[in-house]
């Protein structure tokens, strides 16, 4: 009986010592013996993916796996250097969690004196040849954490003084394996082992030298496959190899960490990145994370890591080396994604950096951020910047942009010409600047040279939005032969444009090309009811038209196609130099000459109230608006003539575009005039009538404004339809003496001298004031 309770005592104090060396802190924190702060072990646990089942809680374990746990807790290992095993944790089911477990205590400093005699005679013998190899390698770190290791295994072992002194235990096999380890030539040892077991049966190699071997080999696929971009494989490994998940080794956690974010599992990434800066404490390391996140993460899952941000002891904080380039690089996430509303503190962050270091980068990363967003007036602000500073494609074309959505295409097409042909995108913000330019009401101003690069670009490129407005350009400047051809050409270009079909039969009715608006009604029977009933019953303005594509997301500017677009109108060779002549006459603004039409339907009705235009039916408009032209009121018989227009008599149309012309040349809006005279179709001598009228108001305006050259070509363009007045000769030898080309002044100024005008001899005079003022009293 007495034997039987001897035995019973011997396996629960046996059975307390394997619980102890399982979960000493355990025990250490029950008994209120654990050491304060201690930090968490530094280890990342992933669920396997594949692999053996998890094992039972109540498995069986060895102690040396448990020692392994102990060291892995308790040392920490440099990148370079494979990893020391410990035994493989208790597999998650969520990836990147830290875990629970407590870490061993760390191994105090090896005492030097020698264990006693009789200690030493009753210590189990310890394979001290991993002490040995490590600090050959001069490896302090994983020489304390197997010191520590040891101690745990055995609490009477003494560590060595001198680890190099310890002796090769004369197993002169072992040391050449470790040494194949020390040397990264796994494929060796592996050899060695197994030729060993052969000639040696019931040899085998240390446990501790197989764990690390498989660590080692498993880290040297994991980086094999991160190099070759094989992430589902960097996973695999990962997930059954957790050992490799640690502090230690932070460029193994970076790659498992990249490989989720690849294998589109970002979250998991956003975890692996998280834990390291959860648990990882060297500062370079943690600042790499951030880095390293910030380019593969998007932008909501960097806020989280940022949040993990620690003090960095002098006052600030450990990113803030980083910080400017996290909010460029933040700022750049905006710009390829229009609905992603980056924190105004990184913009902030930006400005600031733009003012005060100038870059050039900065300016397009704001210019982009806010076209993106439709802020059009401060993106045009930062490309402006950018382009004083380096002309360059992006920014003028992220300034073209912008001017393009504020309603300023004569601009965008001026600034992008010079980089339409650097990429794909830069020719289609140009292309989509002159659709818009030529688009605008009133029409631009432009001079021979831009409407003939913008047209030699739009046939180049077959461009049919440019090239229909080209057409509608044309019909305001009474050409109808050179708008049929523009017509014509958009329609070869594409053959179902309906606008451009529309425009070429009401062109070639203008021209009484009968069998050729036949020609267009046949072709479009059944899918256009304008060209159908053209000259019947259907409105003859054009609907709105699809405005031009413009890239990169910006709306496009909407317009109408019956504006006209641009013209090449004839310049006149003159020197660059001008020259304001004091003495110049103020030109009277010619007065208005109104052929008598026959306005059917206009009676002695009165119109000295004020009425809503729109509410009348077209008839009781025209007869308005040609009463309130009687009482000087153009502006309202403006409005008159355009609820006219919505006739279905072709006639009354005519005659309500007709007056509005009138009504807009009376309130000086030349360029209105030039549009309403293209809302119907006129007769020959009403459109040559109109056109004569609007050249010579838009003449007089030039003039007014200095712009000498300009007020040339509409002279030119009068001059072809009606033989010129003597005023308007005068304003034209005004003009050459205001640019110094006196030989054209002085013909001019005698030609108008000849009949007897004041203004010729006041122009001679003024001409010899110019030239000569010497010789002037």
């Known amino acids: 009986m007495r034997s039987s309770f001897i035995a019973v005592g011997v396996a629960v104090v046996v059975a307390g010592l394997v619980t102890a060396l399982k979960d000493r802190v355990a025990i250490q924190e029950a008994l209120g013996l654990a050491t304060p702060g201690r930090s968490a072990p530094q280890l990342m646990l992933m669920g396997r993916i594949t692999g053996p089942e998890t094992p039972s809680q109540n498995s069986p374990r060895d102690l040396d796996l448990v020692a392994d746990q102990i060291q892995a807790a308790a040392g920490t290992a440099p990148p370079s250097t494979p990893a020391a095993p410990p035994a493989a944790p208790e597999p998650m089911n969520d990836v990147a969690q830290a875990a629970p477990s407590t870490p061993a205590p760390a191994a105090t400093p090896a005492p030097t004196q020698a264990a006693p005699p009789t200690q030493a005679a009753n210590q189990p013998k310890v394979d001290e040849s991993a002490l040995r190899y490590f600090a050959s390698r001069g490896d302090k770190a994983r020489l304390q954490a197997e010191i520590s290791r040891l101690q745990a295994l055995y609490p009477n072992w003494v560590p060595p003084a001198d680890p190099l002194a310890v002796p090769q235990s004369g197993d002169k096999q072992l040391e050449t394996m470790w040494s194949l380890y020390s040397e990264g030539r796994y494929a060796e040892l592996r050899k060695a082992i197994t030729d060993r077991q052969t000639v040696e049966a019931g040899w085998q190699p240390p446990a501790d030298l197989l764990d690390r071997l498989d660590v080692a080999e498993a880290r040297a696929r994991l980086v094999n496959a991160s190099d070759l971009k094989q992430y589902a494989t960097v996973v695999d490994i990962g997930a059954n190899t957790p050992s490799l998940l640690t502090c230690s080794d932070i460029d193994i956690l970076w790659r498992v960490a990249e490989a989720f974010v690849r294998t589109n599992r970002a979250h998991r990434g956003q975890d692996a990145y998280g834990y390291i800066l959860k648990s990882c404490t060297n500062p370079q390391e943690r600042l790499a994370t951030v880095q390293k996140a910030s380019a593969l993460l998007p932008y909501g899952a960097i806020q989280p890591l940022l949040a993990l941000e620690r003090p960095d002891g002098n006052g600030g904080r450990e990113f803030d080396s980083i910080r400017n380039d996290l909010a460029r690089t933040f700022v750049a996430a905006g710009n390829a994604d229009a609905n992603l509303a980056v924190a105004p503190e990184y913009i902030s962050v930006v400005e600031k950096?733009?003012?005060?270091?100038?870059?050039?980068?900065?300016?397009?990363?704001?210019?982009?951020?806010?076209?993106?967003?439709?802020?059009?007036?401060?993106?045009?602000?930062?490309?402006?910047?950018?382009?004083?500073?380096?002309?360059?494609?992006?920014?003028?074309?992220?300034?073209?942009?912008?001017?393009?959505?504020?309603?300023?295409?004569?601009?965008?097409?001026?600034?992008?010409?010079?980089?339409?042909?650097?990429?794909?995108?830069?020719?289609?913000?140009y292309l989509a600047a002159t659709a818009n330019l030529m688009a605008l009401q009133p029409p631009a101003n432009l001079s021979e040279?831009?409407?003939?690069?913008?047209?030699?670009?739009?046939i180049a490129e077959k461009y049919v939005p440019t090239a229909q407005q080209f057409g509608w350009?044309?019909?305001?400047?009474?050409?109808?032969?050179?708008?049929?051809?523009?017509?014509?050409?958009?329609?070869?270009?594409?053959?179902?444009?309906?606008?451009?079909?529309?425009g070429l039969a009401i062109t070639l009715e203008q021209l009484n090309d009968r069998k050729g608006v036949q020609d267009v009604q046949r072709l479009w029977a059944g899918r256009s009811e304008r060209i159908a009933h053209l000259g019947d019953t259907s409105s003859l303005t054009p609907p709105a038209q699809i405005a031009a594509p413009v890239p990169a997301g910006v709306q496009p500017v909407s317009q109408s196609p019956a504006s006209p677009?641009?013209?090449?109108?004839?310049?006149?060779?003159?020197?660059?130099?001008?020259?304001d002549v004091a003495q110049a006459p103020t030109m009277a603004r010619p007065a208005m000459r109104t052929v008598a039409v026959q306005r059917g339907g206009r009676t002695a009705r009165g119109c000295s109230t004020t009425v809503d235009a729109r509410l009348l039916d077209p008839g009781s408009a025209l007869t308005r608006g040609w009463c309130l032209m009687d009482l000087n009121r153009p502006m309202e018989a403006v409005e008159a003539f355009e609820a006219a227009l919505a006739s279905p008599t072709r006639k009354a149309r005519e005659d309500a575009a007709y007056g509005q012309s009138l009504a807009y040349l009376r309130a000086g809006l030349s360029n209105n005039a030039a549009v309403a005279a293209t809302k119907a179709p006129q007769s020959r001598q009403r459109a040559a009538e109109l056109q004569v009228a609007i050249l010579s108001d838009r003449a007089l305006s030039a003039y007014g404004a200095k712009r000498y050259r300009e007020t040339l070509v509409y002279l030119d363009q009068r001059a072809q339809l009606q033989q010129e007045r003597i005023d308007l000769m005068v304003l034209r030898g005004y003009c050459y003496l205001n640019l110094q080309m006196y030989g054209d002044a002085e013909r001019i100024f005698n030609a108008a001298a000849a009949t007897g005008n004041k203004d010729g001899y006041r122009g001679l005079a003024d001409l010899k004031a110019a030239t000569h003022p010497d010789t002037v009293d």
């Open 353 to 429: 950096l733009a003012a005060a270091q100038g870059l050039v980068s900065d300016n397009l990363l704001l210019g982009w951020y806010q076209v993106r967003r439709e802020n059009y007036a401060d993106a045009e602000k930062w490309f402006r910047a950018a382009r004083s500073k380096e002309d360059s494609a992006s920014a003028s074309q992220g300034l073209a942009l912008a001017l393009i959505a504020e309603k300023k295409p004569q601009e965008a097409e001026d600034v992008m010409f010079k980089w339409h042909d650097d990429s794909d995108d830069a020719k289609a913000t």
């Open 449 to 458: 040279t831009v409407l003939g690069r913008i047209a030699t670009v739009v």
């Open 473 to 502: 350009y044309a019909r305001t400047l009474n050409q109808p032969q050179t708008a049929a051809r523009w017509f014509d050409t958009a329609l070869r270009w594409k053959a179902d444009d309906e606008p451009s079909a529309y």
């Open 565 to 579: 677009l641009a013209a090449q109108p004839r310049t006149t060779t003159a020197p660059a130099s001008t020259v």
